[in-house]
């Protein structure tokens, strides 16, 4: 490298001056003095602004993004049969003081008193109004019937609900298969609308939701003819399938992934919810979810967000109006908390209905 001309100068004028020192009869010279050097400032370097972390916005809850989550979630070998990981769960306190599995209390004064109807029963919003031909929109849910009311007073939709909630020991399969109930359920509530309502009313829009073990009554439904009458289904926390029998596993889930793909290209609504429970003797919700969305050719997308009741957001996955939402948590608390995210569900099933109203 080549040196600086002031530093060479500065260099050499020393040499002569050490070596006149030296040897004795050295003539004195007067040297001119180097000019100084200027010194390289140097600033402080500027902080580096991290980037904020990417966001997706949430169909069924557009003013409530998520977070996407740069942290590996999914197994890295086949993450459709991976059991569920996030095996944690929140105490009372970290949930605000909230016990999921408690009765939470809600103004239930907006809605009508239930009413006994076809073994289950019935309310609806003081509010519920006919549309010009008599329509309205009816969820049919099976098991949980405070706590689902609650939602759907939170969610502020319009819709007339039947609960059906059986005995622990009893299954919700037979119920709908090879019978009517599903025609008897909307027959009542239509013959009780119009009694209250002074005029004749009947199902515009019909959905299908079930928590836990209610899902089993869902499967039957859309095995039935009326089948075709279901626009949508939820369900929370309560898909599983046998895991030591593939046949038997995909035979559970079939009539699942044939709603999913119909939701996919939005001819239907489908939603699912999952927590990250691991049962010791049957396929998770979590391994089920995943089986859906993989069905799609679609993998789920790792996010975080707080929900209601403490509930922790960490998959997210969104294909036309197929919806699936996954959480943390294995306890019963975080299988009960699940019961919040109806209030989502509800709400965009309200949007997806008023839509179809304005197309129509």
């Not at 989550?69 to 459709?80: C, F, K, N």
């Not at 289950?120 to 519920?128: I, N, Q, R, Y």
């Amino acid at each position: 490298m080549r040196m600086h001309r002031a530093t060479e100068a500065a260099l050499l004028s020393a040499a002569v001056l050490l070596a006149c020192a030296v040897v004795s009869g050295c003539e004195k010279r007067e040297q001119a003095p180097a000019p100084p050097q200027r010194q390289k400032l140097t600033l402080p370097a500027a902080p580096v602004a991290s980037p904020a972390p990417a966001t997706l916005v949430d169909p069924l809850a557009p003013n409530r993004p998520v977070t996407v989550d740069t942290q590996p979630r999914l197994a890295a070998g086949d993450w459709v049969t991976a059991r569920p990981g996030f095996q944690s769960s929140l105490t009372t306190a970290q949930r605000g003081g909230v016990e999921p599995c408690a009765i939470q209390p809600v103004d239930a004064s907006s809605f009508d008193d239930w009413v006994p109807l076809s073994q289950g029963k019935f309310t609806a919003p003081h509010a519920l109004v006919l549309d010009d031909s008599g329509g309205f929109d009816l969820v049919i849910h099976l098991l949980g019937d405070e706590p689902i009311r609650r939602e759907l007073i939170l969610s502020e939709q319009p819709f007339a609900l039947y609960s059906l909630t059986i005995g622990t020991n009893q299954s919700y399969a037979p119920l709908f298969t090879g019978s009517a109930l599903q025609a008897s359920i909307v027959a009542g509530v239509e013959q009780a609308l119009s009694k209250r309502l002074g005029k004749s009313a009947h199902v515009r829009h019909l959905a299908m939701s079930a928590w836990s073990a209610g899902f089993v009554g869902i499967e039957a439904a859309l095995a039935q003819p009326s089948a075709k009458d279901i626009d949508a289904v939820i369900l929370i926390d309560g898909l599983h399938a046998p895991r030591a029998n593939p046949l038997a596993f995909k035979a559970q889930l079939r009539p699942f992934v044939d709603f999913a793909a119909r939701a996919a290209r939005s001819e239907r609504a489908f939603f699912v919810s999952h927590s990250s429970i691991e049962p010791p003797n049957f396929a998770s919700t979590t391994e089920c979810a995943h089986y859906l969305i993989a069905s799609l050719g679609g993998k789920p997308q790792a996010v975080k967000r707080t929900d209601p009741f403490g509930l922790e957001l960490v998959e997210f996955f969104s294909q036309g109006d197929f919806h699936v939402r996954g959480y943390a948590g294995n306890d019963r608390a975080d299988h009960c908390a699940q019961l919040a995210v109806l209030r989502d569900a509800f709400a965009a099933l309200g949007a997806r209905w008023n839509a179809k109203k304005l197309s129509r």
